[in-house]
T-cell receptor
Framework: DGGITQSPKYLFRKEGQNVTLSCEQN?????MYWYRQDPGQGLRLIYY???????QKGDIAEGYSVSREKKESFPLTVTSAQKNPTAFYLC??????????????FGPGTRLTVL | GENVEQHPSTLSVQEGDSAVIKCTYS??????FPWYKQELGKRPQLIID?????GEKKDQRIAVTLNKTAKHFSLHITETQPEDSAVYFC????????FGTGTSLTVIP
C-alpha cells in the first residue's frame, strides 16, 4: 500500500471550480482506478485505465475527467459539472498478469469538500 | 455487469464471539473474490482473498468460503477482538472489481 500515494489528503473547493486529485504509484502496476465513497455506501467506480493513454468510464463518470500520460500517474479532475462532489476519493492500482497480482491496492484517499 | 450484494449492513458481536458476513454475486465468470477491511477515514486494506478454483481459505482467525454453484462467498472471523471493529467490503471480479456496500462490524468488549 505504501507504493500508492494520493494528494492532497484534504481538499476544499468552491462551487464552480475545477480541482485535480493526484494519484501516483511506484509498484509498476498496469491498471489504475478511481473510486468515490460516500458515507454508508460502497465504492463506486469513476474511471479506470489499463494502459497508458487509454481509459474507460466507470459507473459514475459524469462530471469527472482523467488522463493517463504515464504508467505511474492517473490524476482525476472534478469539474464544475459534478453537482455533488463532496466525498472521499480513493485511487487504486493493480497488476494485470494474474495470480496474487490480481489484488487491487488502494491509496490513502483524498477527502474533497465543496464549500 | 456484475452485481454484488452484501449482508448484513451492520453487525455487533461480543468480544470472543464469531462474526459472519455474506456476499452474493451474479456473474458466474467472476473468478477472484477479495475481502477488504476499512477503518474510519483510512484506505481499504486486503485481509483475505479466494479464487474460484478454491472452496475455502483460512488465515489465523479469518476464513473465507466460496460456493460457486450458489454464487455466494462468506467471511468468517473467529475470536473477535475490539480491533476487528471496522467496515468490511467484499468484491467479485473477473476484470473489473465490483464491491459490496459494506458491513460495519462492532466488537463489544
Amino acid at each position: 500500500d505504501g507504493g500508492i500515494t494520493q494528494s492532497p489528503k484534504y481538499l476544499f473547493r468552491k462551487e464552480g471550480q475545477n480541482v485535480t486529485l493526484s494519484c501516483e504509484q511506484n509498484l509498476n502496476h498496469d491498471a489504475m482506478y478511481w473510486y468515490r465513497q460516500d458515507p454508508g455506501q460502497g465504492l463506486r467506480l469513476i474511471y479506470y485505465s489499463q494502459i497508458v493513454n487509454d481509459f474507460q468510464k466507470g459507473d459514475i463518470a459524469e462530471g469527472y475527467s482523467v488522463s493517463r500520460e504515464k504508467k505511474e500517474s492517473f490524476p482525476l479532475t472534478v469539474t464544475s459539472a459534478q453537482k455533488n462532489p463532496t466525498a472521499f476519493y480513493l485511487c487504486a492500482s493493480r497488476r494485470l498478469a494474474g495470480g496474487p497480482s490480481d489484488t487491487q491496492y488502494f491509496g490513502p484517499g483524498t477527502r474533497l469538500t465543496v464549500l | 455487469g456484475e452485481n454484488v450484494e452484501q449482508h448484513p449492513s451492520t453487525l455487533s458481536v461480543q468480544e470472543g464471539d464469531s462474526a459472519v458476513i455474506k456476499c452474493t454475486y451474479s456473474d458466474s465468470a467472476s473468478n477472484y473474490f477479495p475481502w477488504y477491511k476499512q477503518e474510519l477515514g483510512k484506505r481499504p486494506q486486503l485481509i483475505i482473498d479466494i479464487r474460484s478454483n478454491v472452496g475455502e481459505k483460512k488465515d489465523q482467525r479469518i476464513a473465507v468460503t466460496l460456493n460457486k454453484t450458489a454464487k455466494h462467498f462468506s467471511l468468517h472471523i473467529t475470536e473477535t477482538q475490539p480491533e476487528d471493529s471496522a467496515v468490511y467490503f467484499c468484491a467479485a471480479t473477473r476484470h473489473q472489481f465490483y464491491f459490496g456496500t459494506g458491513t460495519s462490524l462492532t466488537v463489544i468488549p
